[in-house]
């Protein structure tokens, strides 16, 4: 298996503009994470799937996020309208279960100018 | 209220030396599940340890081990003969079979040669 693919690897778009972040988790894998890190508050957990149903979005820092999994192969992460803060490394993490270790992708260093 | 601690945010160690990282964590549930994490510089996110609570054993990955103490929830990585490349971010990580899901802040190890 390739491992959990996420794209872009790196995006600088203008204040405002739409961010989509994408996601194929392996395959098999019924749980599917999405995490947000910066210098500042570290790594958080924003929202998690569990075959393909939202189950704690909490960490979702506003409505300006929204994060969907149309099917068990593909999840996004949708930042609309973007600004200069959102700018992280974003990272998409898959399990088969909660209590199974999580397989993280490399991760999109977002940059918001 | 935070659920895992990492109250050491850097440490150090001397190459072939040991070190010990220091998590602890919070919790009512009796069956939850343990775990370290590393980040090298890489950012690549992968898993070192993982413990089940229920284990009275604490777990073993070649160099790496924990010291699991349920009555005072605490589980804390130890590092033996550490190497170069063991130079990274170490979280602690912590989740239950009633969708709970929590990383810690993360300690930084720096190895020196």
């Known amino acids: 298996d390739a491992g959990v693919i996420q794209s872009p690897r790196h995006e600088v778009t203008e204040m405002g503009q739409e961010v989509t972040l994408r996601c194929k988790p392996i395959s098999g894998h019924d749980y599917l994470f999405w995490y947000r890190q910066t210098m500042m508050r570290g790594l958080e957990l924003l929202i998690y799937f569990n075959n393909n149903v939202p189950i704690d979005d909490s960490g979702m820092p506003e409505d300006r996020f929204s994060a969907k999994m149309p099917n068990a192969s593909f999840s996004t992460l949708k930042i609309q309208p973007s600004e200069p803060r959102d700018s992280a490394v974003y990272f998409c993490a898959s399990s088969l279960a909660l209590w199974e270790t999580q397989y993280f992708g490399p991760g999109t260093r977002l940059l918001v100018l | 209220a935070q659920t895992v601690t990492q109250s050491q945010p850097e440490m150090s160690v001397q190459e072939a030396e040991t070190v010990t990282l220091s998590c602890t964590y919070d919790?009512?549930?009796?069956?939850?599940?343990l775990f370290w994490y590393k980040q090298p510089p890489s950012r690549q996110m992968i898993l070192v340890i993982r413990q089940e609570a229920y284990k009275q054993q604490n777990a073993t990955e070649n160099r790496f081990s924990v010291n699991f103490q349920k009555a005072a929830k605490s589980f804390s990585l130890k590092i033996s003969d550490s190497q170069l490349g063991d130079a990274a971010m170490y979280f602690c990580?912590?989740?239950?079979?009633?969708?709970?899901?929590?990383f810690g802040t993360g300690t930084s190890l720096t190895v020196i040669p």
């Open positions: 919790t009512s549930e009796s069956d939850y599940y």
């Open positions: 990580a912590y989740t239950s079979t009633g969708n709970q899901f929590y």
